[in-house]
């Protein structure tokens, strides 16, 4: 039976309890250990147990909130900001005396049996034990808002600290900016007045007392990641930057692990017992990613330079993969990428020759970024659309394929390997299908996984325009240009590159190129034969004709210009012809006057001079034989060719100083050059460089005229047609067949407008009509 207990002793039990118990005397007055237990059990019994330790926490808020709280924020109440770091150890220094003040009763109560039986959850805040809900209350207390003279102070301590531990730790690696060396680097002083040392001491101290008040991470956590931030940042800046031939990944790796974390380290786990270890290991995992998407982040502003400088540059691209399989940055890249393309690299300024060669370097760096293709798809479309608006695209690919030199487009088409199209594989050809991995999300889905893998460089350019046609059509152009403006008879290199290209495009596309091929060997062959008949006739001709006797069916349409040869030089081709029936037989020959090279002498009263030109370089220059001055309208009456043409010819022999024009049109010779200055001699483009074939619009020109009898037969029935009726009608009669010219809306108006300025056509109200007098 339970002794009866007055209301005398449960004061007096009380009294005892809130004595010992006070956080104000807590150390200052140490009771009997029996009396106060006893104390307890007369509240236990009297069923009060569960006051103790209600009244002791209540007393513990209000101490926090009305004395110690107000008591530590003004501690920071200074003006001079670089005094800070020194009262953020003062204040400190003052909340750990008032928790260790505490910390006696606290373990007191949480030693004591009889009390944790009656203890409500409720009353420690759901926590462990009391000594949990202290930190507790000292977070919601006084931590709850942190005003941001305190958050200087923290960032300017540890900042502090994590330069002198910097310093301290690497002898190599110091900032960027060289100071006197009489300074220390650590903390800015001269040597003799150092404080090193001391501000270590100071940051162990705070960050173990702010480990025993358990609220380390509370205080630091913030200005700590920050600081760390901002010197992962500088470090990767200062360090990888702009040299893209040295992989850094790992390098990077290790100085995180030594240098950042060596000093998160010193900052949770020296010395300290409350601060879980196990908190570096969660650092460590969110700095690494940090780090992986810093440096993704200075490679991404800078990939356009990359990739320009592939292949030097591969060590950039490998990491920069490395830290894409690490973050979520594909999509920030395909953005800036595309951006930087269409800012730096597509627009008039740039050569088309750079921009295929940007657009080269980005499929092979890509293709090592994003093996699988997606990043390439995505980010090379616009360069694709804008390299299908140039005229010369086409052009300057073929040149690049079968150019002398080292050129990525060579060396490829060297690999021997067949044109792939754009949807030439299917997915059904899972050879490792144990291996497969589906593409990735911003994959477009009408575009097959093997065919992104499988397409070569030069496949990928011939996919702009979708046909292969166009480029061997092209190459057939450049082809016939190469052999008519060299005049030469050596075509081995040229019949290793049509080997090559039939790998690529197939034989029967190339049929008129092996024919070109076959007439110069052809044309060598019959100049060697007239040469012996030459020979055996032991007749010298005044100028010897080696000719280059072309299929015409086969080539390319020539440029065409008019011109009489002299009659010296029209004796030589005709005597030529008349050598050329006599061993074909039924064949002749017409000449393209034009075309051609003439070897000359040029014999002056002070020097004789050599050149290689053109025969209507020629015709011009052999009519200052029979007199010293002609008119433009004079040489133009007697070469039958146009002033505009003939001027521009006559430029050439100004260059060369042997023609000046006295007057307006009047050139004369110049026999003698009397001391002329160099600077004298105009100077103009060579013509020489002039294609021998006609150019593309001129083509295109042609082969639209086969329209223009059946437009005026449309006209000349209904009147008048708007250009879609036109169009339609024209597809419905006069493009049936393989073998039909093509012609799109835009261009049949391109046409139709020409007519119009040549006034073969009447425009109006939308539609078009034939003038009265062609309908008559």
Same mark, same amino acid.
């Given at each position: ?127 462990? @034990? ?42 190599? #690696? ?68 702009? @040299?893209?031939? %040295? ?29 879980? &270890? ?12 940090? /780090? ?23 060590? &950039? ?9 690490? %973050? ?28 295929? %060669? ?10 090592? *970024? ?83 893998? &499988? ?85 010298? #001709? ?47 020959? @017409? ?42 309208? #004079? ?22 100083? *042997? ?62 047609? %708007? ?16 073998? &039909? ?33 062609? /309908?008559?």
């Amino acid at each position: 039976m339970a002794a009866k207990i007055n209301n005398e002793d449960v004061s007096k039990a009380w009294l005892i309890i809130t004595e010992v118990l006070s956080p104000a005397h807590a150390n200052q007055r140490k009771q009997n250990e029996t009396e106060f237990q006893n104390s307890v059990d007369v509240m236990i019994q009297d069923g009060l147990g569960y006051m103790i330790e209600e009244w002791f926490v209540e007393c513990l808020q209000q101490d926090l909130r009305r004395n110690v709280a107000p008591t530590f924020w003004k501690i920071f109440e200074v003006e001079d900001s670089e005094l800070l770091p020194k009262q953020l150890g003062k204040a400190v220094n003052y909340l750990h005396e008032i928790t260790m003040g505490y910390m006696p009763c606290i373990d007191r109560l949480n030693s004591m049996a009889v009390i944790l039986e009656n203890r409500k959850s409720s009353t420690v805040f759901n926590k462990k @034990n009391l000594s949990e809900a202290y930190i507790l209350l000292i977070k919601s207390i006084i931590f709850f808002i942190m005003p941001a003279q305190f958050c200087k102070a923290v960032e300017l301590f540890y900042s502090q600290a994590f330069k002198v531990f910097h310093h301290s730790t690497s002898e190599d #690696e110091e900032e960027e900016d060289e100071e006197d060396e009489d300074e220390c680097k650590g903390c800015d002083k001269e040597q003799e007045e150092c404080v090193c040392k001391d501000i270590l001491d100071n940051f162990h101290t705070i960050n173990r007392q702010l480990d025993d008040i358990g609220i380390l991470e509370r205080v630091s956590g913030m200005a700590v990641t920050s600081i760390v931030h901002d010197r992962i940042k500088h470090h990767i800046e200062n360090t990888c930057k702009g @040299n893209f031939e %040295t992989s850094y990944l790992k390098n990077l790796e290790e100085w995180l692990d030594s240098k950042v974390l060596g000093w998160l380290t010193l900052v949770y786990s020296g010395n300290c017992r409350n601060t879980n &270890a196990d908190c570096i290991e969660g650092f460590k995992g969110r700095l690494l990613h940090f /780090m992986y998407e810093t440096f993704a982040k200075t490679h991404i502003d800078q990939l356009f330079n990359i990739i320009i400088e592939f292949p030097e540059s591969e060590p &950039a691209i490998l990491d920069l993969k490395v830290c894409l399989e690490k %973050t979520d940055l594909r999509g920030t890249l395909v953005t800036s990428l595309k951006t930087a393309l269409e800012t730096r690299l597509l627009h008039p300024g740039v050569n088309t020759s750079d921009i295929l %060669t940007a657009y080269i370097a980005a499929i092979r760096a890509l293709r090592i *970024l994003d093996p699988v293709g997606v990043i390439l798809e995505l980010v090379c479309d616009p360069v694709r659309r804008y390299l299908r608006s140039r005229d010369d695209t086409v052009r300057q690919i073929v040149c690049n394929l079968t150019d002398d030199g080292s050129n990525e487009l060579l060396d490829e088409l060297q690999k021997g390997q067949p044109l792939l199209d754009d949807g030439c594989s299917s997915d059904d050809e899972l050879d490792d299908w144990e291996n497969w991995m589906p593409d990735p999300v911003d994959a477009d889905p009408r575009t097959t996984s093997k065919s992104r893998r &499988a397409s070569d460089i030069i496949s990928m350019l011939v996919n702009i325009y979708g046909s292969k046609e166009l480029f061997v059509q092209e190459y057939r152009t450049l082809l016939a240009d190469r052999i008519l403006t060299q005049f030469n008879y050596e075509i081995v290199k040229e019949i290793r590159y049509l080997e090559l290209l039939k790998l690529r495009f197939g034989e029967s596309q190339l049929h008129y190129c092996e024919v070109m091929l076959k007439d110069v060997a052809d044309s060598k062959r019959l100049n060697s034969r007239v040469m012996d008949e030459r020979l055996k006739a032991a007749k010298r #001709e005044e100028i010897e004709v080696n000719a280059m006797v072309l299929s015409a069916q086969f080539w390319p349409a020539f440029r065409e210009e008019k011109i009489k040869l002299p009659e010296v030089m029209q004796k030589s081709l005709e005597e030529y012809t008349k050598k050329f029936e006599a061993l074909k037989g039924n064949r002749t020959l @017409n000449w393209k006057p034009h075309l051609g090279l003439v070897n000359i002498d040029v014999e002056l009263k002070d020097r004789t001079l050599n050149f290689n030109v053109s025969p209507v370089h020629a015709a011009i220059i052999i009519q200052f034989q029979s007199q010293e001055t002609w008119t433009v309208e #004079e040489l133009s009456n007697v070469l039958q060719m146009p002033a505009t043409a003939l001027r521009r010819k006559i430029a050439y022999w100004q260059t060369q100083g *042997l023609l000046r024009e006295e007057a307006t049109d009047k050139f004369v010779l110049v026999e003698e050059h009397k001391g002329r200055a160099m600077h004298d001699i105009i100077v103009t483009d060579d013509d020489e460089a002039e294609s021998a074939m006609a150019s593309a619009q001129t083509q295109r020109e042609e082969e639209l005229q086969v329209f223009w009898s059946y437009i005026v037969g449309m006209l000349t029935n209904l009147e008048s047609l %708007t250009i879609d009726r036109i169009h339609s009608m024209l597809r419905m009669f006069a493009m049936q067949g393989p073998s &039909a010219v093509e012609c799109s809306v835009p261009e049949l108006k391109r046409f139709l407008d020409s007519k119009v300025r040549d006034q073969k056509l009447l425009f109006s109200g939308g539609v078009y009509r034939l003038p009265k007098s062609d /309908m008559m």
